[in-house]
């Protein structure tokens, strides 16, 4: 009874196999663009964020910015202009982050009291989306221990732990942790060393991570996640994308869309390969990819609404079923903070609409008493160059906010000036250097309060100084 139950299997895969390879042979070479440069916009998330998990673990110990799976890599100190191995580089902040793998059991998760320091440990999914962020704005400051699980386990929690369930298990951690500057130094240090992560069976003996792994084989990891995802052919790229959806789902709401694609190929642990298609259906795969690479990048242009000119983003880590929209955030913006956490305007242009070019003029900004950021927690405004590196000065300023020592105007309002050249002695408090010629800014607002996260707070225009 087994033999036949197991030779009538076989047959039943063989006519589907040739049937659905028949099925993708009849696609019309429209058909088969059409559908490529959808489903390259629908999938490049899973893809990047698979890519960046394998480079932010590609370490044999925890060193720098990389750590292996399971275990924490902590930033110690601000970066300054000199580093140029991220872009939008945040010195607000001290980041950990982690690269775990819930496919074999869950993971627990220790943090050390926090006071009233500002914190947030953020979760990444396949799909550049937030699961899960427990922070000082739910959590407060008090030690916790969570365990961490994948949408496939099922059992109880102990009693000393809080939850945490992440909906698929190619995830990323960064955790921030507020930083007054060099001083604070040792004392954010010190609660990074006490960050852990315990697998679940080993909660309660004396485990220690691996002191040291073997790198992932096959694999560049000093490469630019952009570089890797972007150059790769297309039946690469749909053949990676299956396989990270065979354990990394799709949502409920992406079913529709899943059957649409399925006449390409693209199936979870289904294995891509051009050898299905005729040569016009290939090439015309091909250039459905070049097509969704050209929409991503003319969205990245417009990811926010436009008021006051500064783009202003609501939605982040939620992008429901928008898929370019989701595609060109992933491109520029790995783990984007949820709006209750934070907010980040930024612009490139000033109240003419033109954009910023201190060879021609010097800028500034002002905020009302009553339109200073309205945030729980803090706010700052950062300098950018064009291609949004921070900008080397003879002050090593990137930053000035309400920490800062800012000179206030009479009537309660703030100016800050934004210029190449140091200013009068009376303004180099409020002076926030620029680079020669075009720059970027972007302010953040910690902990918004209820008037951004619904729309009613707008940053005041940035103003030529004439």
């Known amino acids: 009874m087994k033999q036949v139950n197991l030779l009538t299997l076989l047959l039943c895969l063989l006519v589907y196999n040739s049937s659905f390879a028949q099925k993708k042979n009849n696609l019309s070479v429209d058909q088969a663009r059409a559908l490529s440069k959808e489903a390259f916009?629908?999938?490049?998330?899973?893809?990047?964020?698979?890519?960046?998990?394998?480079?932010n673990s590609y370490a044999t110990k925890a060193?720098?910015?990389?750590a292996p799976i399971n275990q924490?890599?902590?930033?110690?100190?601000?970066?300054?202009a000199s580093n140029r191995q991220?872009?939008?580089?945040?010195?607000?902040?001290?980041?950990?982050?982690?690269?775990i793998d819930l496919s074999e059991e869950p993971l627990v998760i220790t943090i050390p009291e926090m006071g009233d320091r500002f914190w947030l440990m953020q979760f990444i999914n396949t799909w550049n989306e937030v699961p899960a962020?427990?922070?000082?704005?739910?959590?407060?400051?008090?030690?916790?221990?969570?365990?961490?699980?994948?949408?496939?386990?099922?059992?109880?929690?102990?009693?000393?732990?809080?939850?945490?369930k992440v909906n698929t298990e190619t995830t990323l951690i960064v955790l921030r942790l507020y930083c007054s500057g060099k001083s604070d130094y040792k004392e954010v240090n010190a609660i990074q060393d006490q960050i852990n992560i315990t697998p679940l069976s080993q909660w309660g003996?004396?485990?220690?991570?691996?002191?040291?792994?073997?790198?992932?084989?096959?694999?560049?990891?000093?490469?630019?996640?952009?570089?890797?995802?972007?150059?790769?052919?297309a039946e690469e790229f749909f053949n990676s994308l299956n396989k990270v959806l065979l354990k990394n789902p799709a949502y409920d709401a992406?079913?529709?869309?899943?059957?649409?694609?399925?006449?390409?190929?693209?199936?979870?642990g289904e294995h891509f390969t051009f050898d299905n298609y005729t040569e016009e259906v290939q090439e015309a795969i091909n250039q459905g990819v070049i097509d969704a690479k050209q929409a991503i990048g003319a969205r990245v242009k417009n990811l926010g609404e436009l008021k006051n000119n500064w783009i202003l983003t609501y939605d982040m880590g939620r992008f429901g079923t928008d898929y370019n929209y989701r595609a060109a955030w992933t491109l520029i913006g790995v783990g984007g903070n949820l709006l209750e956490d934070a907010f980040y305007p930024t612009t490139i242009i000033d109240e003419d609409g033109e954009m910023f070019d201190t060879n021609k003029h010097a800028y500034k900004i002002t905020f009302s008493k009553e339109e200073l950021p309205p945030v729980k927690s803090f706010w700052s405004l950062t300098m950018y160059d064009i291609k949004s590196y921070l900008v080397p000065n003879d002050l090593n300023k990137y930053t000035v906010g309400d920490r800062s020592d800012l000179q206030y105007n009479e009537d309660g309002s703030l100016t800050i000036y934004m210029q190449k050249d140091r200013p009068s002695e009376d303004k180099v408090s409020n002076w926030l250097p620029a680079p020669e010629g075009a720059f970027r800014i972007a302010l953040r607002l910690y902990t918004p309060?209820?008037?951004?996260?619904?729309?009613?707070?707008?940053?005041?225009?940035?103003?030529k100084i004439k």
């Open 41 to 55: 916009e629908f999938g490049f998330p899973a893809v990047f964020i698979q890519n960046q998990y394998y480079v």
């Open 63 to 66: 060193v720098g910015f990389k």
């Open 72 to 80: 924490f890599a902590h930033s110690r100190e601000f970066v300054d």
């Open 86 to 99: 991220y872009v939008g580089n945040n010195v607000d902040v001290l980041a950990s982050s982690a690269s």
């Open 133 to 164: 962020v427990p922070s000082s704005r739910t959590h407060g400051g008090k030690a916790r221990t969570f365990v961490v699980v994948g949408p496939e386990w099922e059992g109880d929690v102990p009693a000393e732990m809080e939850l945490l």
């Open 205 to 233: 003996g004396n485990y220690v991570a691996p002191s040291y792994v073997t790198l992932k084989e096959n694999f560049d990891g000093n490469r630019d996640v952009n570089e890797i995802v972007m150059s790769m052919p």
């Open 254 to 268: 992406d079913q529709s869309f899943m059957e649409k694609i399925a006449a390409l190929g693209i199936i979870p």
């Open 449 to 463: 309060e209820e008037q951004v996260i619904k729309g009613n707070w707008i940053p005041p225009v940035v103003q």
